[in-house]
């Protein structure tokens, strides 16, 4: 494994290593010298900022990006007054570029300031050829662009763009290898995400993502296995799988015959691991199987997020989604008989092209039937080289904002009820951080992912403790800390 490999022992004279990770690892070593320059030259260390937009798979990637710059010996900042600082970019909707766009303004007046300073853009916006011109013809301070299937290569990218005055850029069209043995520095120490699969086949019509990320890879179940083992051994409690379409896991693996539902089972059986989660599910792809293995894996997390999009079969069709509502209501049906406890929550788009009101009162007749947890709502955003993009009859923006809003308030009111359901109990927490709202409190979150706030300190972070939830605030609890003795006194 990596941390075996000694940088210093690397012979940087000599040319590099053509195979993978050994090149990764001679252009650390090489970027260690360049750091040692710097620090002579500034008697400080050289400080490195990312900067995540996006979901949980740029938060993992950035995580792989930080490992690297660790082993280069950078220092890790979270203030963009830095020497290099790198924006993992996302491109589902417009506004996630917008503020990209609007964050680079800010970098370049910093850059006057520190002239050494490297500015990097990676992510899911750079595999848009549009944007890097856009890039290259307007924000040429930029020192280095590249895409989502080399972040491996950060060490070398970052050792050519010191080297050189002009922009680098790197995007590679798709992904012909994954190198995986490399660094990672994880933001929390009780908990991970773990890549499964990358990529996503399934084209909903709408969605910019399989352009991006590329067609789907599923990793082999012994490798996700043993990086899990050894996240347990480091003292992780949780993981989170990740992929666009989890259920769909090890379609394509040639070597083996493995489904998602006996992932989980055999993830389950891992020492140290006390919860598993996983994101994200496609209704269309969620078998029986799957819910079999989630009911009987006491470690996964009574919870599903199981995105809609929309509640009209009509809607679902123009958008790809191979369901109906109909059938999207009899598997959450499935899912409740299976496991009464389970929290649902949700994705769902307003505003699709040719939506009518009556198509979006299905989407709220289906929100007031599963009666979800939570659910994230998003105005439908046009994304070149979509389908959707080229659809006639895009909705009008006030319609459109109409809907929205109401769909807030019905998916609000619920959730602040389904919430109360659990007033009283004792659950498990397992505790984040410390609260930065109000002093002497710790925040963590329930199974079910919903956060609890109560009396703690430092020391419970990263342990899971049984919390009384004492007051429902629609999203969120005040609990306080159980045990028995508290309950013989109250
Ligand atoms: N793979 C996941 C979703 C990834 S994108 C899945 O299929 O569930 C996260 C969410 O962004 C989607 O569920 C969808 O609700 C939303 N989304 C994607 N493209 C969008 C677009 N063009 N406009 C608005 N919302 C979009
Ligand atoms: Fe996008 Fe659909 Fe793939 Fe999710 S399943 S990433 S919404 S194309
Ligand atoms: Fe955004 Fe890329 Fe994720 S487009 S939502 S960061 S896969």
Known sequence: MYNEIDLDKIDISAEPPMEEPARQYYFMAKCREWVREFEQRNKRHPLAC????????????????????????????????????????????????????????????????????????????????????????????????????????LAELF????????????????????VEQLPTERKYFFKSGVNIMYGCDNFCSYC????????????????????????????????????????????????ETIHFGELLRQVNEIKGIRRIRFMTSHPKDLSDDLIAAMRDCEKVC?????????GSSRILKLMN?????????????RIRQAMP?????????????GETEEDFLETLDVVRKVRYDSAFTFIYSKRTGTPAAAMENQVPSELVKDRFDRLLKEVQQISSQVCMRDVKTVQEVLVESENDHQKGYVSGRLGNNLLVHFPGDTSLIGQIVPVELVEAKGFYYIGRQWSERNEKIT
């Not at 919870?303 to 929309?310: E, G, I």
């Not at 406890?341 to 092209?353: A, H, K, M, Q, R």
């Open 208 to 255: 910019i993502v399989p352009y991006v990320r590329g067609r789907e890879r599923s990793r082999p179940s012994k490798e996700i296995l043993a990086e899990i083992e050894k996240l347990a051994e480091d003292g992780v409690k949780e993981v989170m799988l990740l992929g666009q379409n989890v259920n769909s896991y090890g379609k394509n693996l040639s070597q």
């Open 302 to 310: 009574r919870h599903l997020h199981l995105p809609l999009q929309s």
């Open 341 to 353: 406890d389970i929290s649902l929550t949700t994705d769902i788009i307003v505003g699709f092209p």
């Open 159 to 178: 050792f050519q763009c010191v080297a050189s005055s002009n922009m680098v850029v790197d995007v590679w069209d798709s992904a012909d290898k994954s």
């Open 50 to 153: 990312i900067q995540t937009f996006g979901c949980q798979m740029n938060a993992r990637d950035s995580e792989k990006l930080r490992g690297i710059l660790q082993q280069m010996g950078m220092e890790s900042t979270e203030s963009e007054t830095a020497d290099f600082v790198l924006y993992n970019t996302c491109t589902v909707r417009d506004n996630a570029n917008q503020k990209v766009y609007g964050h680079l303004g800010y970098l370049q007046t910093l850059k006057k300031k520190n002239p050494e300073m490297k500015i990097a853009l990676c992510g899911c916006m750079m595999q848009e050829p549009k944007v890097v011109e856009r890039i290259q013809k307007t924000y040429g301070f930029v020192d280095l662009v590249f895409g989502t299937h080399n972040i491996f290569k």
């Open 321 to 333: 989604r191979r369901y109906t509502k109909e059938q999207y209501l009899m598997l959450a049906e």
